[in-house]
């Protein structure tokens, strides 16, 4: 990304948008590379206790409900997590610091 222009007049403000969009993109990417990093290593460990040359069924299922239930359980708490971060910028905005 080009950031020469940056304190040069024009619209700083679109700039500045440019780079946060840009910055939640990243973020985004790295959350979920971590999502996938974690279900792969928790999952992995608890269903497949003696890894061979293919999955068992039963292995196969247990890592299924461990992705689902760990990807709810991220899910629920990015929601609570970003629900957080909206007030505490509301109230920031509102309250003046």
């Known amino acids: 990304m080009d950031y020469s222009g940056y304190n040069q007049g024009g619209d700083s403000s ?4 440019e ?7 990243e973020l985004a990417l790295a959350n979920a590379q971590e999502l996938i990093n974690k279900i792969n290593e928790k999952c992995y460990l ?4 003696k890894p061979g040359a293919r999955l068992e069924s039963s292995e196969q299922a247990c890592l299924s409900k461990c992705m689902d239930r760990y990807m709810e359980a991220w899910n629920v708490v990015s929601r609570s997590y970003v629900s957080r971060l909206q007030r505490e910028s509301q109230n920031q905005m509102g309250g003046g610091m």
């Not at 780079?19 to 993109?25: G, H, L």
């Not at 608890?46 to 206790?49: A, W």
């Open 14 to 17: 679109s700039k500045k948008q």
């Open 19 to 25: 780079v946060m969009d840009q910055v939640r993109s």
């Open 46 to 49: 608890k269903c497949v206790p």
